[in-house]
Every structure is written in structure tokens, then in C-alpha cells.
């Protein structure tokens, strides 16, 4: 069973920080490029980061560069999101994403449930 389990949305005044956590099982996540997207109401879903299976090589939207790091532990089969200097306009839900990078896997595409994610006063 393919699961992909999210944590550490919530909600956070402008200016703070949280870590999105998301553990992934049921498939070989170490040869898996790893994302994060974000969904607000009424919008598109965007990509927000992205890290490789293996090199660890990492690429971020252009509004949050500089603000969230995406990192991956193998070992553990967990992605993280660090993201600080929070604003208004990074409320979203926040999903997990993962995708196959290897012979065998390219066609597959999976996904967590979302974790909300909400910057205010």
C-alpha cells in the first residue's frame, strides 16, 4: 500500500516558520524524485520544491527561494519543508509528491492528502 503521510501544517503568524514533514511507504522512495506543491482557494496548483532521488539537487519557485528549504532523508523515507520568513500569500494546502525517476518507475505518480498551512494575524 502506497501512502505518502503529511505533517506540521497549521497556522502561523507573518514573519514565522514551519517544517512540513512527510514519510512516505509502499514504494522505493530512494529512487524517487521528491515535491512539494501548494493549492490555495480559487487558484492553480504550483509547484513549490523539488529534490532529486539520490544527488540531492534542489529546485524551488521563485517566490519562495530564499525562504523554504526542501530536504530528503532516505533513511528515514521522509521529505521535509522548512519554510521561514512566512507570508500572507504562502497560505495553501500543501501536498506531498512523489515521483518515479528510475527504469520501471517513470510512469508512476503519488500523493498525500494535504496539509493545510494558514499565515495570519
Known amino acids: 500500500q502506497v501512502l505518502l503521510v503529511e505533517s506540521g501544517g497549521g497556522l502561523v503568524q507573518p514573519g514565522g516558520s514551519l517544517r512540513l514533514s512527510c514519510v512516505a511507504s509502499?514504494?522505493?522512495?530512494?529512487?524517487?524524485?521528491m515535491t512539494w506543491y501548494r493549492q490555495a482557494p480559487g487558484k492553480e496548483r504550483e509547484l513549490v520544491a523539488a529534490i532529486t532521488p539520490t544527488s540531492g539537487d534542489t529546485n524551488y519557485a521563485d517566490s519562495v527561494k530564499g525562504r523554504f528549504t526542501i530536504s530528503r532523508d532516505n533513511a528515514k523515507n521522509t521529505v521535509y519543508l522548512q519554510m521561514n520568513s512566512l507570508k500572507s500569500e504562502d497560505t495553501a494546502v500543501y501536498y506531498c509528491?512523489?515521483?518515479?525517476?528510475?527504469?520501471?518507475?517513470?510512469?508512476?505518480?503519488?500523493w498525500g492528502q494535504g496539509t493545510q498551512v494558514t499565515v495570519s494575524s
Open positions: 509528491n512523489a515521483v518515479g525517476a528510475t527504469k520501471g518507475h517513470y510512469d508512476n505518480e503519488y
Open positions: 509502499g514504494f522505493p522512495f530512494s529512487v524517487y524524485a
